[in-house]
């Protein structure tokens, strides 16, 4: 039976023979002696081949053998504090089960070629801990979900309107007739609200963003929520439970990942155990102003005001009531001051920007068609979502989260495309 490596660097195996099965991660070879690291899915260890342990054979084909060759190897483990992880096995019998050709990574590889060869770079370390980390994430999120009476729904992909505005849609030709990738499930999800209360959608969603930035992808995933009689408060501690949730359950089951990562955990302890800040746009505004960035009350935060305001935080911060005008037609007008509406954007800490937006959706019918009209959509392209609030609407809210933001910002990575393994942007969709 063949271990898992993690399970063998243990010191309940120190004497053991045990078999392991992987992947050459690096090679030396000195002497009479090769040094093999081998990778699997959960960890690597050294692996010592002696030429005089081993028939002529496996030492010829072991000191020919190029990276990412597949072994299966036996051999006694033995604690070594030189070694990697801290145990070697010392290798009694070793089969090569598939060769490797010269492996085209290497240590200066420029970022384009690595992206040109993502299918091998994927293989990486630091990939493994950030797919698992992810992954554990993706759990988290959905447990918040169902502790919370939310039911999962399946709304479609390609679409008949935008979301978000026109100028980042994917157009595509449907059977000989316009439809669009979508932005967002949001419209589609507030239709369901009225037979199920809670729902929510985990969706890839589809922005055609024209410029390069660390925070944009074409193709992200997206979670979105969207419940009956939440307003805008309900609407930010539910996705400040969920924050703390991802940060509690990274910390309790990913630690090894962020070790890996050259993280120290320590620092997603206030985000899961402390409230997150709330600050009105207003209030971001003279903070802004205080700091010397040129801003002035109805300017939109992009990437580098999220930043001044954040960086110094320890936790994210909620922005809510931003201006009307800078905000999507759906959000729902402050009844305390109709410049501005009942929407809130969640920002991540030490920088990182926004992870979430949110808002308690317009739920009547006459101020909806102005805000279409005047955000320059046509009603009639709205026609089904404008029914919604005329047959028993109800106030609701919802948000949506970016799962790459929210991986880039628990990994601290300096760019997205790190976060998903095939990332889509401007001028990328291969491999
Ligand atoms: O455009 S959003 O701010 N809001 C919506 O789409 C709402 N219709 C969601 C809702 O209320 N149901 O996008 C939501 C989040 C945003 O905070 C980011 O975290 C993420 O989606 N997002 C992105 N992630 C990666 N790449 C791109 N291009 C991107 N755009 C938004």
Not at 19 to 34: E, L, N, P, T, V
Not at 137 to 155: A, C, D, H, M
Not at 207 to 220: D, G, I, V
């Amino acid at each position: 039976m063949f271990q898992k490596i993690q399970k063998v660097l243990n010191e309940s195996f120190e004497g053991k023979t045990v078999k392991i099965r992987g992947w050459i991660y690096r090679k030396r070879d000195s002497g009479a002696i090769s040094f093999i690291v081998i990778r699997d899915s959960t960890n690597i260890i050294q692996a010592t081949v002696k030429k005089n342990e081993v028939d002529e054979k496996t030492w010829k084909n072991i000191t020919e053998a190029y990276i990412e060759t597949h072994v299966e190897v036996e051999g006694i483990v033995k604690k070594d504090e030189r070694a990697p992880t801290g145990f070697e096995l010392k290798v009694s019998k070793l089969k090569i089960t598939s060769k490797s050709e010269p492996f085209p990574i290497a240590k200066d590889n420029s970022e384009e070629f690595l992206l040109d060869i993502r299918h091998l770079w994927l293989r990486s370390r630091e990939q493994n801990a950030i797919m698992k980390i992810k992954s554990n994430i993706f759990k988290s999120i959905r447990n918040t979900f169902y502790k919370e009476g939310f039911v999962e729904v399946t709304p479609p992909i390609i679409v008949s309107s935008a979301t978000e505005g026109g100028s980042t849609l994917f157009e595509l030709d449907y059977f000989g007739k316009k439809a669009y990738l979508s932005q967002s499930s949001q419209l589609y999800l507030e239709s369901l609200i009225f037979n199920l209360d809670k729902v929510f959608a985990i969706t890839p969603s589809f922005r055609a963003e024209k410029s390069r930035t660390m925070r944009h992808l074409a193709e992200y995933w997206h979670v979105e929520p969207e419940a009956a009689y939440y307003d805008l408060d309900d609407m930010v501690d539910l996705a400040e439970k969920m924050l703390q949730n991802i940060c509690k359950d990274v910390i309790k089951e990913n630690s090894p990942e962020l070790v890996a990562l050259g993280r120290n955990p320590d620092y997603l302890k206030i985000t899961a155990t402390e409230k997150a800040d709330r600050i009105t746009y207003d209030e971001a505004i003279k903070l802004l102003q205080n700091k010397d960035v040129k801003i002035n009350w109805g300017d939109d935060l992009g990437t580098e005001e999220e930043r001044v305001l954040t960086q110094e935080r320890k936790k994210p911060v909620f922005v809510m009531n931003y201006p009307k005008e800078i905000k999507a037609f759906y959000m729902k007008e402050n009844p305390k001051n109709p410049k501005t509406v009942l929407g809130a954007d969640c920002l991540a800490p030490e920088g990182y920007g926004e992870i979430i937006g949110g808002s308690q959706r317009e739920d009547n019918y006459e101020k909806l068609i102005e805000r279409i009209k005047t955000t320059g959509g046509k009603p009639e392209d709205y026609a089904w979502y404008l029914d919604l609030r005329k047959y028993g609407s109800v106030p609701h809210s919802g948000f949506g989260l970016g799962v790459e933001r929210v991986v880039r910002w628990v990994c601290k990575l300096e760019h997205i495309r790190d976060t998903i393994p095939y990332p889509r942007t401007i001028n990328r969709s291969y491999p």
